[in-house]
């Protein structure tokens, strides 16, 4: 892990955990916490979340022991049972989710044997310990799954054929979150699978209860939730496959082909459909392409990413759309095996070789840019990266006005869109991409 | 208690001004028992997140144009700096300025850190900060974890003093050291007043101007130039060499008394700069006393007396229109303490009835020693209102709100707004601590609350789709049922 991180691009384990469930249909974080935690959550969010921020009970309304110096001394065990007790009488939900921050779990606050209090008589209740200094958010949202499998789901359930479980996007910090799940759920419906997505508005808790019963665990990340998909088997057997974030025809064609081979669909079905929506993506896209042509709508693109988007992202401009993508930045902080496996996933149809570098700190990326792009000194032939296009977040859009280029916030934190259900996964969400970025070039005519 | 800049560290509020975040009575109760230190904190059987004083510290001081930041704590204590980036992002964009990250560095302290320390992160962190952003003075900012571990911060900033030719300045700001996050502008401040602040060569006529994000900053230059006076926006947006000569400045002046005090009266008292005490700018008779508080400090008073003169009479008749079109209208207010007492007035000279005034802390005196001065003049009136004290615990506000019903919930601080929405009750967020500044300010801030009066189609069709999270038990019970008595 870096030594430090420049203006970290995700919270705490604690605040992805409390961002999840949040997301999660009934459910109520409660958190044993320092009194800032999840207002400074809230605030990132507030900065970085496409404008969403909170939910059912989220944000500033999340119960929360808000421990002090007197806790810290004498231990917060009695608070905490004080604050869960209350919670029930004053917060309805189905299921109340306890989750540690730094303070309690340095202090060693025994807090499994007060939720086990509380589920012994009949309460709806279940923790995870998160606290920040455990990893990011994305770490988070795998601690909270992790506790949903083992301690939520129903276990010992007889297998259904044709459901499956998905999951690796994680709410808010991917603010294309409910779309990108909803883009994949729909999909594989019409593939006549029976599909469980836990956070979207189709999902409810006695159905994630039964999420056992599935015959496969598809996670679209490398990363995020891949431990949970294990752990889901080891307690429930379900396999799992993992595969990147499918955004645009190509991908979408990979995912459905792999989905449908591990749930053991004809493939003959997987291919008739697949080409009936690449028709359509390629029908619709039609009439934009004289403007395309016409005004040289081709670009030059630095990719800075979390580990979903950066692979996904990079592999429909290099082998759907036709740009040059140059540059790809990880910006999560990864170990070397993580590095090396990430660094495979370039294997373009297209054949392009962007140069991937592993970074957390955004005002490094323009240093990555000058060493692997010739400076302008005045020679008479120069290839320069024009038009260029930025493709991260919001924090990139000082390297995007300083190299003259063209910038889309993708990638968390989003400051500067409004996000509600719009996704970039699937077919659809492949046009809707290209709405995005077209829109970012023309966008002062 | 003198503010004593031979410390590391300022004192909690709780601490220097017996600061509360738990209570429910009326203003003059209030104001009469905090006059005779008579006044007990009462805390909560339950209670909801709130902020934190690394908060504050941080956002407030990453927004100094050439200072960076160095947090000592786990990544999710520096995430906030996405929010404080967007906030920085609007300030240059109003001021012209470069599109610009904040700096901002944190040492990701990981669980291995919390058995065997970061010093050397730390130190590594200080370094590339230097290195990376060439700032004219490094900020590093404590957090729980730090604290709790016992980590020698100090210690680390001595040795590198040695080696790094910028002021190193800590800024001890961990959360759980107190409920009212305010105690992190004192953290910042002090750390200011500590290690920036340079004894001053000359005298000037500059004002210092405490604020957050400054939008009114031309507004300000320009009647501050009535009077040969020029403002210093003081933090954000200013640069530490401005920071470093405000010892010279020929008065203190603050938008926000719960911002300024600290700052204000440490100038005062170590450098003899006057702090001007008085109500904040907000409405008449804010902007009154505000002026005349700034002339009697700088020997203005009669270019102050012309202006208020002309300004009042300008703003007269349109006021009158403005006040008709308010007038019967109920409003809840839920601020800090400063903001809220002063907006109750400010409603009211809008034509406004007030029905509750909750503020998120309430600091029984200031730094100067006395009860803040619109509390006082808030428990001065006829009418006694009904006050309460809670550190944004959204449970009571919209027990409370769903008891009142009022057509307009005011509030400042993101997060609470949204919920009366939820409940179809217009709301009205001053983010910016500018509405209402002034006589101008306050026929703007006026339309302000006719637009949002105006329409309620989507408050409307939001509340009759969305379920609350609060049980209809609690919604029945009395709104400060969880407050516990006051321990002696």
């Not at chain 1, 203006?7 to 705490?12: Q, T």
């Not at chain 1, 979340?49 to 500033?60: E, F, K, T």
């Not at chain 1, 990864?334 to 054949?351: P, V």
């Amino acid at each position: 892990m870096p030594n430090f991180i420049e203006r970290p691009r995700y919270f705490c384990a604690l605040g992805g955990a409390m961002e999840t469930i949040t997301a999660l249909p009934g459910a109520i974080p409660v958190l044993h916490a320092a009194p800032g935690c999840a207002g400074n959550i809230t605030w990132t969010q507030n900065g970085g979340s496409g404008l969403q921020v909170g939910g059912y009970c989220g944000a500033l309304h999340v119960p929360c022991s808000n421990v002090q110096e007197k806790e810290v001394v004498f231990g917060g065990v009695d608070r905490l049972r004080e604050e869960i007790r209350h919670t029930l009488d004053i917060i309805a939900g189905e299921l109340y989710f306890v989750i540690t921050g730094c303070v309690t779990e340095i202090i060693g606050d025994d807090v499994r044997a007060v939720i086990n209090q509380f589920r012994e008589e009949g309460v709806p209740i279940i923790h995870a310990e998160t606290g920040g200094f455990k990893g990011n958010s994305y770490y988070g949202y795998e601690l909270v799954l992790q506790s949903l499998f083992k301690n939520y789901l129903t276990k010992g359930l007889e297998k259904k054929k044709n459901k499956v479980n998905l999951w690796g996007i994680v709410p808010f910090m991917d603010v294309f979150w409910r779309g990108n799940l909803e883009g994949l759920r729909l999909l594989l419906e019409k593939l006549g699978f029976e599909v469980n997505t836990f956070f979207t508005q189709d999902d409810t808790l006695p159905e994630i209860q039964k999420a056992g019963s599935a015959a496969l665990n598809i996670v679209v990340s490398d990363l995020y939730g891949v431990e949970a998909a294990e752990l889901f088997k080891e307690i429930h057997g379900t396999p799992f496959i993992v595969t990147p974030l499918p955004v645009g025809p190509s991908a979408t064609h990979e995912f459905l082909r792999q989905a449908g081979e591990a749930a053991g669909i004809d493939p003959a079905t997987v291919e008739k459909f697949v080409t009936q929506e690449k028709q359509r993506y390629y029908k619709y896209l039609e009439p934009l392409l004289e403007g395309y042509n016409d005004l040289d709508l081709q670009r030059h693109v630095i990719v800075i990413g979390d580990a979903n988007y950066a692979v996904s992202l990079t592999k429909f401009l290099a082998d759907d759309l036709g740009w040059l993508p140059e540059l790809v930045v990880f910006s999560d902080p990864l170990n070397e095996t993580q590095q090396q496996l990430f660094s495979q996933r370039f294997d373009l149809e297209s054949g392009l070789q962007p140069v991937v570098v592993f970074e957390t700190d955004t005002s490094e990326v323009i240093r990555h840019f000058k060493q692997n792009w010739p400076e302008f000194h005045g020679q008479k032939y120069y290839n320069a990266f024009a038009p260029g296009f930025v493709l991260g977040s919001s924090l990139d859009r000082e390297l995007a006005l300083s190299l003259g280029a063209a910038h889309l916030s993708v990638s968390f934190p989003v400051a500067n869109r409004a996000i509600i259900d719009r996704g970039y996964t699937g077919f659809r969400g492949g046009l809707r991409l290209i709405e995005d970025l077209l829109g970012s070039c023309i966008a002062a005519r | 208690m003198p503010i004593n800049i031979q410390n590391l560290e300022s004192p909690t509020r709780e601490n220097r001004l017996g600061a509360i975040t738990g209570y429910q009575g009326t203003i003059k109760d209030l104001v009469s028992k905090a006059s005779g230190c008579a006044l007990k904190n009462r805390e909560r059987l339950f209670s909801q997140t709130s902020a934190c004083s690394s908060g504050c510290a941080q956002g407030h001081l990453s927004g100094i144009r050439d200072a960076a930041i160095v947090s000592h704590a786990p990544i999710g204590c520096a995430a906030d700096s996405i929010g404080s980036n967007v906030q920085n992002k609007w300030g240059n964009k109003v001021r012209n300025w470069e599109n610009q990250n904040v700096k901002f560095i944190c040492t990701n302290m990981t669980e291995e850190d919390t058995v065997f320390g970061a010093a050397n992160k730390l130190r590594e962190a200080i370094r590339e900060a230097y290195r990376r952003y060439r700032p004219k003075a490094i900020f590093v900012t404590t957090s729980c974890t730090s604290a709790v571990i016992g980590e020698d911060i100090n210690g680390v900033i001595d040795e590198l003093r040695q080696e790094i030719p910028v002021p190193l300045a800590p800024v001890f700001c961990e959360g759980f050291r107190s409920k009212v996050w305010a105690s992190g502008f004192d953290a910042a401040y002090h750390a200011i007043l500590t290690w920036i602040v340079k004894p001053p060569e000359k005298k000037t006529n500059n004002v210092n101007m405490i604020n957050f994000r400054g939008s009114a900053k031309d507004a300000i230059t320009n009647i501050f130039a009535r009077f040969d006076l020029k403002p210093v926006f003081i933090a954000p947006f200013s640069t530490i060499e401005e920071l470093s000569r405000i010892s010279e400045s020929a008065a203190t002046i603050s938008i926000c008394g719960t911002l300024g005090g600290y700052l204000g009266n440490g100038l005062e008292e170590h450098y003899g700069v006057p702090y001007v005490k008085s109500l904040q700018p907000h409405g008449i008779a804010g902007m009154d006393s505000w002026l005349r508080g700034l002339g009697k400090a700088t020997g203005r008073e009669e270019k102050v007396e012309e202006f208020i003169v002309e300004e009042k009479k300008r703003i007269a008749p349109e006021l009158e229109e403005i006040r008709a079109q308010l007038h019967g209208k109920t409003a809840v207010v839920g601020m800090g303490p400063s903001f809220g007492h002063n907006y109750v007035r400010v409603l009211e000279e809008l034509g406004l009835e007030v029905l509750w005034g909750a503020t998120w802390h309430f600091d029984q005196q200031y730094d100067h020693g006395t009860c803040p001065e619109s509390s006082l003049k808030l428990s001065s009136a006829e009418k006694d209102l009904p006050v309460s004290v809670c550190d944004q615990q959204n449970f009571e506000i919209l027990n409370l709100l769903h008891k009142l019903k009022p057509d307009l919930y005011v509030s400042r601080h993101g997060g609470t707004s949204v919920w009366s929405t939820k409940m179809g009750i217009a709301a009205a967020m001053v983010a910016d601590e500018y509405s209402a500044f002034g006589y101008q300010g306050l026929l703007d801030f006026g339309y302000r609350l006719i637009d949002t009066l105006a329409n309620r189609s989507l408050a409307k069709n939001l509340a009759a789709r969305i379920e609350l999270p609060y049980s209809d038990w609690w919604l029945q019970q009395e709104t400060f049922s969880l407050l516990e008595e006051a321990v002696i």
